[in-house]
């Protein structure tokens, strides 16, 4: 037998899930806001965004990663930044201007959380329609 060393297998992240009371209504949000169709065969319980280059799958290994939302039924918002429900996790999305970007994001349903960590003004934070802290960040 050869003593072949193996190359490591480099995980790629294929699907981030957002717990959420409505999957359908949260996906049409975030849909909204990225401009990512959503999948054929979303509903209420289980909701999916295509990204722009697709999804990563064996017949497309270079895709993009995916974002999900699933229903939860005794889903708690975010208490961030403390409280009994922190935030577990939270998207940042780049736009060229955050002030230019802020009124599309404030149109589909999102508020300008009173928590503004930011000293340089580079990102604001964001409650989604479920609560979810998410940032708008100063990028290219």
């Not at 409505?22 to 401009?35: K, N, V």
Request: glycine share 8%.
């Amino acid at each position: 037998m050869e003593n072949l060393e193996q190359e490591p297998i480099t995980p790629r992240l294929d699907l981030i899930i957002l717990d959420c009371p409505d999957a359908m209504e949260l996906a049409t949000f975030y849909s909204g806001l990225m401009r990512w169709p959503l999948e054929d065969g979303s509903d209420r319980d289980w909701a999916t965004l295509d990204p722009p280059r697709g999804g990563i799958t064996p017949e497309n290994p270079d895709g993009e990663a995916t974002l999900a939302f699933q229903r939860i039924d005794d889903y708690q918002r975010p208490t961030w930044p403390g409280g009994s429900h922190p935030q577990q996790v939270h998207l940042d999305l780049s736009v060229p201007d955050i002030d230019a970007a802020e009124p599309q994001v404030l149109a589909l349903g999102a508020t300008v959380h009173e928590h503004q960590p930011s000293a340089s003004g580079s990102f604001r934070v964001y409650l989604d329609p479920a609560g979810h802290p998410f940032c708008l960040i100063r990028g290219s």
